[in-house]
């Protein structure tokens, strides 16, 4: 337990339920659930950070991600946040199982919304994710406990969030690299799709064109959000007074993440640059991860 280490959470119970969720991920995919917030639970306040600097997180090393992790929840907890989304996937498998109990605020993960989700609509589920993501076997693990029967193929795809972050949606290039990803899913026949990664929706006239019309589309976001829902209305922390403008913060340059996040959310979001205060890893979290 690291948990004391870590700034607590003292504020009374008005303000905890208007204290903001935290959402976090590498770059603008929380966006697509940011979206989701805005549309579920609008009388919620949010902040936003995106790791904008040390992105892609879909090539990296577990430990790594349990650091940056540490380090995003450590500042959320700092900021006053009341429940945190972690809205990446590549986080949510590789890191979320080892911080939550380290924190003393409810955290939330994409893949067993998900994978819960997908086992409603189908038996041969394909999963699109970044590497980390589709190595951790995060989504088959969370599949297979639902459903044991049901049939999972996951393919890593380290090329989209690059393409997405330099918003290279409409280039031919991405259509043949996503028609590449796809055809071992599709030669499986699958029933289901899961987006498996925050970026994807932005794909989804894509992906759409290349998959076949009965095939279900799973985004993660739409589902971690009700389940934050169900969350804070047991927890008794639902925001009853009208939520104040989000907080967007970034550790790089703020600009593509305002191009991008404008053209997304419908409006060009205020972005601050911020550091997060480092964190010295502890010999015990080094272990943990060996
Ligand atoms: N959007 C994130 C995810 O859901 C991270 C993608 C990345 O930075 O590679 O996995």
Redesign the pocket.
Known sequence: MVGNRFADNHLPIMSQNSAPIGVF???V?GLTVLRELYRQLPYESVIYFGDTAR????TRSQAQILQFVREILNWMVQQGAKMVIMA???SSALALEVVRSEFNIPILGLILPGARAAVQQGQRIGVIA?PA?AASNAYRQAILEVAPSARVWQVGCPEF?PLIEQNRLDDPYTVSVAQEYLEPLLQRQIDTLIYG???YPYLAPILQRILPQSVKRIDPAIHVVAAAAQELDLLGLKNLRPPVPTRFCVSGNPQPFIQLAAQWLGYAPIVETITLPALVPQPAQLEAVE
């Open positions: 991920d590498s770059g995919g992105l892609p997180y879909g990446c996937n590549t970044t993501t969030v990664c925050t970026h």
